[in-house]
């Protein structure tokens, strides 16, 4: 059980970034109406205002480097929880933002998961 | 009790108990609790706590910069996000910090960490 989840949770990061550095409005179909978000603190809730409040972020391109992944199973019923750091790029600046951010995924019944909660912060200093 | 209170009480709870008696943890696990400590997986009350308490300083003084939570789903968990430093006896500098708890209701009404994730902030 514990090797799926870190299975599913760097397969799930990979996934995550991706989207997020490339298509970042294909974001919402990770997310469902029961999803939370915390955003350096600011509190968002549902699919459509989370995927609102990532494509307002005050950038057009960026481009995350993971350093660590690390996934525990959360519940009985196939939960995963994703602990990741690493490091934000963003166009024309010199150094790079670090941050950690922990997701909560709950599988659907397609087979896949979607995020029910989502806690970003930067690592100042 | 609203979730950001607990939340913040718990926090307070468990860096106090491991700044001042890092064997009392024990009573805040259980045997599937799961921590993992810099990559390194560690199951059950025991495990952790041993691991915790071989940890190669005997004084650290956690100070906690952002406290994040949120419920996780209908069994009552708690997801709670912390960042802080963490100061060692004799170290010039604080290390960096972020670690993640879920927490699960008892049922004597309090609650115990199911998951644990511990990450050092380098620079």
Do not use: W
Not at chain 1, 11 to 35: E, G, I, M, N, W
Not at chain 2, 103 to 116: A, E, I, K, R
């Amino acid at each position: 059980m514990e090797e799926q989840a870190e299975m599913v949770g760097r397969a799930f990061v990979d996934h995550y970034y991706h989207l997020f550095d490339t298509d970042r409005a294909s974001l919402s179909s990770l997310y469902q109406p029961s999803s939370m978000l915390s955003f350096e603190g600011q509190k968002l809730f549902g699919a459509n205002d989370i995927s609102s409040k990532l494509n307002q972020l005050p950038f057009d391109q960026c481009k995350h480097l993971i350093s660590t992944i690390d996934s525990q199973p959360s519940s009985p019923s196939g939960g995963i929880v994703v602990f990741v750091s690493g490091s934000l790029q963003l166009p024309g600046e010199e150094y790079h933002l670090r941050f950690s951010q922990m997701f909560h995924l709950i599988p659907t019944p397609e087979g896949t998961f979607f995020v029910q909660n989502d806690i970003f912060r930067l690592n100042y200093g | 009790m609203d979730p950001d209170a607990l939340s913040k009480a718990f926090v307070e709870h468990y860096y106090t108990l491991f700044d001042a008696n890092r064997g009392a943890l024990a009573n805040l696990y259980q045997e599937t609790s799961m921590l993992t400590f810099e990559g390194q997986k560690i199951q059950g009350s025991q495990s952790i706590v041993a691991k915790l308490t071989s940890l190669p300083f005997q004084q650290c003084q956690h100070s906690i910069t952002t406290v994040d939570c949120q419920p996780s789903g209908p069994a009552g968990g708690m997801l709670v996000f912390v960042s802080g430093n963490l100061q060692l006896a004799g170290e010039q500098h604080a290390l960096k910090f972020s670690q993640m708890f879920h927490l699960m209701p008892t049922q004597q009404g309090s609650f115990y960490v199911l998951n644990d994730i511990f990450r050092l902030n380098y620079a």
